[in-house]
């Protein structure tokens, strides 16, 4: 069986915690820590959590979104990426996130070299 394409992953915010469907692979070590959310590994694997939709979690403003750049220094290529934070690292995930390294995928090993986050509409009044 080859690598899993999605994986379980945990967003705790305040007391709350959610579990839900989350790319296999990238939210471990230090993008874990800037982005709240954890990656279950095979010594907890979060089986026995109900999983919730990630479009539930986005509309409640509990997971938001932001769209990273990986550079890759030697061939001169920039990708975006999107990556998902807990609410509760607003302040803290786009200055923590640069220079964080991309684990997975076409340009693992790169650093992340800038964030950009959404601007949520509250009202269209």
């Not at 379980?8 to 469907?21: I, Q, S």
């Not at 990238?26 to 982005?35: E, F, K, S, W």
């Not at 990630?54 to 990273?68: H, N, Q, S, Y």
Request: contains cysteine; proline residues 2%; aromatic residues 8%.
């Amino acid at each position: 069986m080859g690598t899993p394409i999605l994986g379980r992953a945990l967003l705790t915010v305040g007391e709350d915690t959610y579990c839900f469907l989350a790319p296999y692979g990238v939210y471990t070590d230090d993008i874990a820590t800037q982005t709240g959310i954890q990656a279950a590994t095979a010594d907890d694997t979060f089986e026995d959590d109900v999983l919730v939709a990630v479009k539930d979690l986005i509309r409640g403003g509990v997971l938001l979104t932001a769209k990273v750049l990986v550079y890759d220094s030697v061939a001169n290529v920039s990708a975006y990426k999107t990556l998902h934070y807990s609410s509760d690292k607003v302040t803290t995930f786009k200055t923590g996130i640069k220079g964080v390294t991309w684990p997975v995928g076409k340009n693992a090993g790169q650093n992340i070299s800038g964030a950009m986050t959404s601007v949520r509409v509250r009202s269209r009044q």
